[in-house]
Every structure is written in C-alpha cells, then in structure tokens.
C-alpha cells in the first residue's frame, strides 16, 4: 500500500491564484480530512468527510473548498489564493466514518504552499 | 474540548528513557488520551492511545494517571530518530475522528 499520497511536494502561487491540492489512499478508508500546519504551530482542521459524498466543515474551513466523489480521493481547493494561506497543508485518513474515536489516523507527507 | 498542556521543549540522551509528560485536568470521562509524533518535514504518526489503563505496544508505553488529570508517553530506550514533536491529543468518543492539536513538546535526543 502507499498509504496516503499527496501532490504536489511543493507549489507557490500568486495572490488570487486557484489551485487544487491533491490526496489519495489506497486503504479504502471512509474518513479523510486535511489540515494546515502554520509555522512552529501544531495543525488545524480545514475539512473533513466520513464518506463518499459527504463533507464538512473544521475549524478554518474558509477560502477552501472540498468534494469526495470517490472513497480514494479528497482534493483541496483554493479558490483565490490568499498569503495568509502560506501554510503546510496535511491529508489524512482513517478507516471508519462512523465516529469512532480508537480510530488511528494516517497522514500524507504535506504540501508546502507559498503565496506571494 | 478538553485542553492538554505539555512542555515545549525536552531533552534526552540516546538509548536512555524519555517521560513526556501531559496535563489533562479537565478530561472527561468519553475522552480517549491519544498520543502522535510528527518527525521534521513528515505528516505526524499515530504513537499510542489509552481510556484508563497503562498501554504498551512496540513504539512506546502510555501510564495514565488514576484520576486521568495526567498521563506519561514512555520511550523506553531513545534513539536519534525519536527526535520530534509529540502532540498529546484528548479525543471524545462522541465527537468523532478529527484530532484537535496543540503545542506538543519538542523532543531533542542527543548522541
């Protein structure tokens, strides 16, 4: 298994820029969500879903957007990019949707965004 | 949600045991204490997770206070690749999967 991948490593935007930051897992987990890591902060909810075709709002959900049209993938989208949006971005997923609070999250490498 | 304190920075030697100790003294009694470590420049790890009793498993022993107002992560025996963050998580059985993440405590393993 890969676990949980995501794409790209790297990227910098201009202000106003739009940009999808791509997550995916092969472990056919039902919960996925992303958050963002600011420097020398610990992380923060942005989105979440507990299913294919459901999603949810964190703790700093605005200037993103999310969809689940499938159980393996959960993008990121900027809609307008932002500097305050300068940030490591994090996926992770785990196996159930259901609530349950035993479940072990795995998490993706990041996304290292810049916007100027 | 229930608040954790941990101290910012700890220092170990290698191959000596590491206690990182965690304050939870408004825990309720729906709240697992959960355990992860995020490695420079990696996405954080699950480490451990306990409701009352000690835990062991092969990363690390969790010793949860009896009245649960603290617990202790054990690293029996440090190596340089210990050195981390460590993020001391409560989650509420009935709030379901999102982690809530504070400061944690930087880890500094020295040779």
């Known amino acids: 298994n890969a676990g949980v991948t995501q794409t790209p490593k790297f990227q910098v935007l201009k202000t106003g820029q739009s940009m999808t930051l791509q997550c995916a897992q092969d472990?056919?987990?039902?919960?996925m969500s992303w958050y963002r890591q600011d420097p020398g902060m610990g992380l923060r909810l942005i989105h979440y879903s507990v299913g294919a075709g459901i999603t949810d709002q964190g703790e700093v959900p605005n200037g993103y957007n999310v969809s689940r049209s499938t159980t393996e993938d959960f993008p990121l989208r900027l809609l307008s990019a932002a500097p305050s949006q300068t940030s490591v971005y994090f996926c992770?997923?785990?196996?159930?949707?259901?609530?349950?609070?035993?479940?072990?999250?795995?998490f993706g490498p990041g996304t290292r965004l810049t916007v100027l | 949600d229930a608040k954790t304190t941990q101290p910012n920075s700890m220092e170990s030697n290698e191959e000596e045991p590491v206690h990182l100790p965690c304050n939870h003294s408004t825990i309720s009694g729906t709240d697992y204490i959960h355990w992860y470590r995020q490695l420079p420049s990696q996405g954080p790890e699950y480490v451990i997770h306990g409701l009352t009793s000690n835990v062991n498993n092969r990363m690390a022993s969790l010793a949860i206070a009896e009245d649960r107002k603290s617990s202790t992560l054990i690293l029996h025996r440090a190596t340089l690749r210990d050195a981390a963050v460590y993020y001391c998580i409560l989650r509420d059985v009935n709030a379901g999967n999102m982690l809530t993440f504070g400061g944690g405590t930087r880890l500094m393993v020295k040779p």
């Open positions: 992770a997923s785990s196996y159930s949707g259901n609530r349950l609070a035993t479940d072990t999250q795995y």
């Open positions: 472990m056919n987990h039902e919960y």
